[in-house]
């Protein structure tokens, strides 16, 4: 069921954890692993939705989030 609810071709966008999370509210580490990240300098690809966007937001001192066709960063 869930796979009927994600759009397969959503744009996506490259996540990369640069910063470590020591020192910071258990919310960020939270949302770190909320994203899919496990490891400091682990990429990964999620879809471009709102909901991602505004975790990203949240933690965007943390990361660096790309755009995998365009090479834009954002965040």
């Not at 069921?1 to 959503?10: F, V």
């Not at 990369?16 to 682990?42: D, E, F, M, P, Y």
């Amino acid at each position: 069921m869930a796979a009927d609810r994600t759009a397969t071709n959503a744009p996506k966008l490259r996540v990369t954890w640069v910063r470590s999370t020591i020192g910071h509210k258990v919310g960020a580490r939270g949302t770190i692993r909320a994203l899919g990240l496990h490891r400091l300098n682990q990429t990964v690809e999620i879809a471009d939705t709102p909901a991602n966007r505004g975790m990203l937001r949240r933690v965007a001192f943390l990361l660096d989030v790309q755009e995998p066709g365009g090479g834009k960063e954002t965040a």
